[in-house]
């Protein structure tokens, strides 16, 4: 799961709304073409140009963003001190507070 429910329902909800309006669109468009220009050449024409631009639009616009660099999460954490020195009990000064303990007297 990469995206919040939210996020992905809105987006699902989206897509089938402008499938719908694309449906109901079509048949209109086509009559109007073909009762101006007795052909429905034409409407198979533009539907096959508009579908040929929207996958040179999502093509650009997957190759102009880089998911990868701008996600923080995708970076490895920085570890000050290695795992087995935590499961010993000791610590750095980093997780000491600041505050250096010395044994020498």
């Known amino acids: 799961e990469s995206f919040p429910t939210l996020c992905s329902t809105t987006g699902g909800s989206i897509t089938f709304c402008s499938g719908r309006f694309g449906a109901l669109a ?24 508009c579908s040929i631009l929207a996958l040179f639009l ?3 616009d997957a190759a102009a963003s880089d998911p990868s660099g701008q996600d923080p999460y995708e970076t490895t954490p920085c570890r000050k001190l290695p795992l087995a020195d935590a ?3 000791r610590m750095g000064a980093a997780q000491a507070g600041g505050r250096l303990k010395s044994k020498s007297k």
């Open 26 to 49: 079509a048949p209109l468009v086509f009559e109007n073409i073909r009762a101006a220009t007795h052909q429905w050449e034409l409407f198979c024409y533009i539907s096959a140009a």
């Open 87 to 89: 499961e010993a009990g």
């Open 58 to 60: 999502l093509a650009a």
